[in-house]
């Protein structure tokens, strides 16, 4: 798996310095990638670089505006600076309700990959961001996804994590697939306006349960589980 992985990942950069050598601004990055249909869902296959859908993406334009460090763990709490990996704009979603960019980027390494939704001004310039996807390798190689997303037409964002209950850091390479956790499944809504903000509307929080991260491997994504809501 992490063979294929690499190799995904070397095809994606040599797309990237054929098509995205004279990108220089976000404006630029943004307009190089072939927008995809809405509604979209990030499934666990969503693949790590689609061969020429991704460009690079100058993320040192904005600045501070933007964490761009990816997280190593299942509950999101230790992450990675960017500048030992790969910083592509992933997808790019035409809005149905204003004038501004909206796409997805993906940062990590070969065992690790975060995604992040973010917005522009038509200029370029720095608007909002949101994480929606996280997965990382276990000590075997085999991929867990702790966090997806859909997109519908209308801008809505739903995002699905499964967050652990412990406090202790739970890396994805000192876990196996038969490494057992109690966490809590959290479904996140959110809305992006028409000048592009990301608003959270509504998360829904689920009864905490014992998994596997061999839960969150293969096919199975986190919205086909059959938790129980917690009553509010």
Not at 47 to 58: D, E, G, K, T, Y
Not at 173 to 180: A, L, N, R
Not at 210 to 224: A, G, H, K, Q
């Amino acid at each position: 798996m992490k063979k294929e992985i690499l190799i995904t990942i070397l095809l994606g950069i040599f797309f990237l310095q054929q098509a995205g050598a004279q990108i220089t601004t976000t404006k630029e990055a943004f307009q190089a990638v072939p927008s995809t249909k809405l509604p979209y869902e990030g499934i666990v296959g969503e693949s790590l670089i689609p061969p020429r859908a991704s460009v690079f993406f100058p993320y040192k334009v904005w600045g501070n505006k933007i964490d761009t460090s990816f997280w190593i763990d299942c509950g999101l709490t230790l992450s990675t600076p960017i500048d030992d990996g790969d910083c592509s704009i992933f997808r790019r979603f035409v809005p149905t309700n204003g004038q501004y960019f909206v796409g997805v980027i993906n940062l990590g390494l070969v065992d690790y990959a975060t995604k992040r939704l973010i917005t522009a001004t038509p200029e370029g310039e720095f608007i909002d961001y949101l994480d929606v996807s996280v997965k990382g390798s276990t000590n075997t190689g085999v991929e867990a996804t702790i966090k997806q997303w859909k997109i519908d037409a209308d801008m809505r964002v739903t995002v699905y994590q499964v967050k652990p209950t412990s406090t202790t850091p739970i890396r994805f390479e000192d876990t196996s697939p038969q490494t057992k956790m109690n966490a809590q499944r959290i479904d996140t809504r959110y809305q992006i306006d028409e000048t592009g903000h990301i608003k959270k509307i509504k998360e829904i929080k689920y009864q905490p349960q014992d998994y596997m991260i061999l839960d969150f491997t293969e096919n199975r994504n986190i919205w086909d589980g059959k938790e129980q809501p917690l009553v509010p």
